[in-house]
């Protein structure tokens, strides 16, 4: 209890710091399993699946340690009657402490084709931002007195965001990169000990698919993210797929962690897929951090089964 006792103190001082002071850092939601969410980071991707595609996703980020980041996704896409015109909606929660941020998106995106087989997608995000800060949550050392700056919540604290992105794929290969939210927005100034920005993060995200034999393909992967003040994220992934059901594979989050990953086809329509990331700094030598836990299903409105020749692979 008293190992517990202090861990929620010390994510609590983590919060506060980012909290009361000028944030410089990776802000937006992170996911292991983002070559099947690739719509959240990048809103040219809304509509690339020919379909309607909906997918939800739940993260528990650092198992074992009160306070640690929780994110839920929620989003669907689908091209429009009219050629090619895509249109996504997707609403994501991410809670850390006593703070919880949730974005309402939509994402629109207009596709060229450029070869028989290759397709370039221009999009463009719209979100609604709500800010919740819980400081009635934090416990407080009544022995030096209350700090009269954290009496009152913030609650549903709304700011508006815009975003961009450039998506690029064939059957086998593609590639992007986008800025998911551009305004580098203050969420509040009310004391004049501190503001908070959203910082641009900036992602390069790529793949290609590989027939090893006509049972096996083998799909590696990377996304590569950048925000001021904060290291160069990388994280590289290796997948296969097994008779067009079964999908296994490995990433490698540089100089944090590494994951495992598991897929399931249960139909041509439905997918779930599980990652599980296991921590290689300070903080995953911990006796109290049992690692990262991430679930995501994903449902295909197929209209026409005949045309399709095998699930896609991103």
């Known amino acids: 209890m008293k190992r517990a006792m202090n861990i ?11 909290i009361f002071t000028s944030i410089w850092g990776q802000q937006d939601a992170q996911y292991t399993q983002y070559m099947y969410n690739t719509v959240s980071i990048n809103p040219g991707y ?3 699946r020919g379909h309607l595609s909906i997918a939800a996703l739940y993260r528990n980020q650092w198992l074992g340690l009160d306070g640690a980041p929780e994110t839920q996704t929620l989003n669907l896409h689908t091209p429009l009657g009219y050629r090619g015109v895509g249109l996504g909606v997707s609403i ?12 309402f998106d939509v994402d629109f995106s207009y596709t060229i084709q450029t070869s028989f087989d290759a397709r370039l997608s221009f999009g463009l995000k719209a979100s609604a931002h709500l800010l919740d800060i819980q400081f009635s949550e ?31 794929h064939t059957e086998r290969f593609y590639a992007g990169i986008s800025a998911p939210r551009i305004l580098e927005t203050e969420h509040f100034d009310e004391s ?16 290609y698919v590989w027939d090893l034999n006509p049972f096996l393909k083998f799909k590696p992967t990377i996304l590569t993210k950048m925000v001021q003040g904060a290291p160069l994220q990388v994280d590289v992934s290796a997948n296969f797929m097994l008779n067009e059901r079964f999908v296994g594979g490995v990433a490698y989050r540089w100089d944090a962690a590494f994951s495992g990953l598991l897929g399931f086809h249960i139909s041509d329509e439905m997918f779930i897929g599980l990652a599980y990331d296991r921590e290689i700094t300070d903080l995953g030598a911990t006796s109290f951090n049992d690692g990262s836990f991430e679930v995501i299903l994903r449902y295909d409105f197929i209209r026409n089964l005949g045309n399709l ?6």
């Open 8 to 18: 929620k103190t010390l994510i609590t001082i983590f919060c506060l710091l980012g």
């Open 46 to 48: 809304a509509g690339s």
């Open 92 to 103: 994501v929660n991410d809670r850390i402490g006593p703070t919880s941020e949730t974005y």
């Open 138 to 168: 934090l416990n407080q050392d009544v022995t030096r007195g209350i700090d009269r700056t954290l009496e009152q919540n913030i609650d549903n604290r709304f700011s508006p965001n815009i975003g961009a992105g450039i998506y690029y």
């Open 192 to 207: 004049s000990i501190s503001t908070a920005k959203e910082q641009i993060n900036l992602y390069l995200i790529s793949g």
């Open 309 to 314: 020749k095998s699930p896609r692979f991103f």
